[in-house]
């Protein structure tokens, strides 16, 4: 039966029914709040990134999908196994090394993974129309107010809405529209990939791992699938691809590339590709701004990283829940609207942030490869350093601290050659931090140091008075800012207390006695308990400078 295509409207409209899309609506129809979904395709369809992160595993527990995602017989991904570094002999790395909690992810069949999630937001109360292609986003007094769509039946229709969600992926039509795209100079990359039958596993234990090789042109990914299929796929230079495309066509290019990298090709000897060749040339980018007025952009429509770690379902749906939130906060709470929106963007490219550094360490410091594609990532970073300059510990932060682990990033830093400014840097962090526990174990044989002690914060440390993600929607907060963080970290009234009683002249007895004043003593007690505890990790992380006396 044909879809209506009368005017329709809706508190807010979600374009794209991608892991971004249904993310962002699944969780503002659980608040009460009307989503019209506009899908372009008919699901199930095709979509690349098959290879889910442990962190993406709570927030799909959240959104309530985990269960059918766990029965729906994708093949569970415990790791990775990988040609990178020092080491041109395959080597494997295990999820559970840093995580006990969530030990494995999945290796997903997309067009089934993104119907489970798309269905998903049906059953919660979102409108979902798919077959609806959205052309155009409507404006009033230079907002947006709706949309403009046309059905693959060649119907048009219009709806209205108070905010307009852009989950539309590479293509980000508000993105696209008001010129927001800001491109990555460093990973000016494209992708060939197919998906091939009778591909080689690796050996047990690693059998459902990703495999990761890098060769003189790039790197490749096979990642098994259920049913006995494998995504595979070359990532080379951008300008040398299109040039090899250009005068092979996709598919001999993709063969030709395979030749070239010895284990893939051994895997894929006894193989035939069912499905491709598919080119993916828009790489690595950020929408600045990513909130406008009347808007929020999420998933590929707001950035997209280079894919060595699996990180863009990860970030579509991260930012789903962050985008409804704040979409939440615009509607209810006009006056966090503005400070909630930079947060918003704070968060998530810290997010990106993470995944960035972390890839572009990773192209410096993979030495298996003498060839134009490495030394020209190797020579684009160098120059990226030169023009920034980070202590030690905004080095360390920026790459492997401060943040739980993703996957396997530390891993490939260990078996790679990183450039010997961040090695230095991050050497000198964790020794810092062994003196600093080492410092503090000792003082709690002796309490009585400890509270003689006199705190100083680092410079640059300080408390502010932010919008935080909260339980469905930005409330304010006080965080922890300091440098190399951009966004600062979250702390408690009792925290915040502590962190703004510390001159660098009271000694810890006397901001005890202070933050306990006028409270029972019972109470007094456990607030002096929790604060003492509070600053032993403050001055472990390195917010507190120093304990002067200890």
Not at 132 to 139: A, D, F
């Amino acid at each position: 039966m044909a879809s209506d295509t009368r005017n329709l409207d809706a508190d807010i409209i979600v374009i794209g029914g991608g892991p971004a899309g249904s993310a962002t609506a699944t969780m503002l129809a659980r608040q009460g709040v009307s989503v019209l979904l506009f899908e372009r395709e008919s699901f199930p369809r095709h979509h690349v990134g098959e290879s889910l992160l442990p962190a993406s595993i709570p927030v799909l527990k959240e959104l309530g999908a985990l269960s059918a995602v766990e029965r729906a017989g994708f093949l569970p991904k415990w790791g990775a196994t990988m040609v990178w570094g020092k080491d041109a002999q395959p080597w494997s790395w295990y999820f559970r090394e840093t995580s006990r909690q969530y030990p494995h992810s999945y290796q997903v069949w997309r067009p089934q993974f993104d119907q489970i999630l798309l269905d998903n937001s049906r059953s919660q109360g979102v409108e979902v129309r798919e077959a609806h292609r959205v052309v155009q986003v409507l404006y009033r007094h230079g907002k947006p107010s709706g949309v403009r769509f046309n059905t693959q039946d060649g119907r048009a229709g219009a709806a209205s809405c108070r905010l307009v969600v852009d989950a539309s992926g590479q293509g980000g039509l508000i993105g696209r529209t008001l010129g927001l795209r800001r491109w990555d100079a460093f990973f000016q990359n494209l992708a060939v990939y197919g998906y091939f039958e009778g591909s080689q596993p690796l050996a047990p234990p690693d059998q459902t791992n990703i495999f990761i090789e890098s060769y003189r042109e790039g790197w490749f990914w096979n990642i098994p699938l259920q049913g006995g299929q494998a995504g595979v796929g070359a990532v080379v230079d951008s300008i040398a691809g299109q040039e090899g495309i250009r005068e092979f066509g996709p598919a001999e290019f993709l063969r030709r590339q395979i030749s070239r990298a010895p284990h893939t090709a051994a895997m894929l000897r006894n193989s035939r590709m069912v499905s491709g060749p598919f080119v993916v040339k828009d790489w690595s980018y950020t929408c600045q701004p990513m909130v406008g007025d009347g808007y929020i952009l999420v998933g590929d429509a707001a950035c997209f990283v280079d894919p060595l770690f699996s990180s863009g379902v990860h970030l579509a749906l991260m930012g789903g829940v962050m985008a409804a939130a704040l979409a939440i906060s615009k509607l209810n709470d006009p006056g966090i609207a503005d400070a909630a929106g930079r947060a918003y963007e704070e968060l998530y490219l810290q997010e990106y942030s993470h995944f960035r550094e972390m890839a572009r360490l990773f192209y410096t410091s993979n030495l298996t490869s003498d060839s134009y594609f490495w030394e020209a990532r190797r020579i684009l970073a160098g120059s990226e350093d030169a023009s920034e300059s980070f202590s030690p510990r905004q080095a360390f932060i920026r790459a492997v601290a401060g943040q739980p682990p993703r996957g396997y990033e530390r891993a490939v830093l260990e078996r790679g050659q990183a450039p010997l400014e961040f090695t230095q840097s991050v050497g000198a962090v964790e020794v810092d931090q062994l003196h600093r526990r080492a410092t503090l174990d000792q003082a709690n044989r002796d309490p009585e140091a400890i509270y003689r002690s006199v705190p100083k914060l680092s410079p640059g440390v300080r408390i502010e008075r932010k919008p935080v993600l909260g339980q469905g929607r930005f409330d304010w907060g006080q965080v922890i800012c300091g440098p190399g963080q951009s966004q600062g970290m979250p702390c408690s009234p009792l925290v915040a207390l502590l962190v703004s009683m510390i001159d660098g002249e009271t000694p810890v007895a006397a901001i005890l006695e202070s933050m306990g004043r006028g409270r029972q003593p019972g109470q007094a007690q456990q607030i002096s308990q929790s604060a003492l505890a509070a600053l032993g990790i403050l001055y472990v992380d390195g917010s507190i400078d120093r304990l002067a006396g200890l």
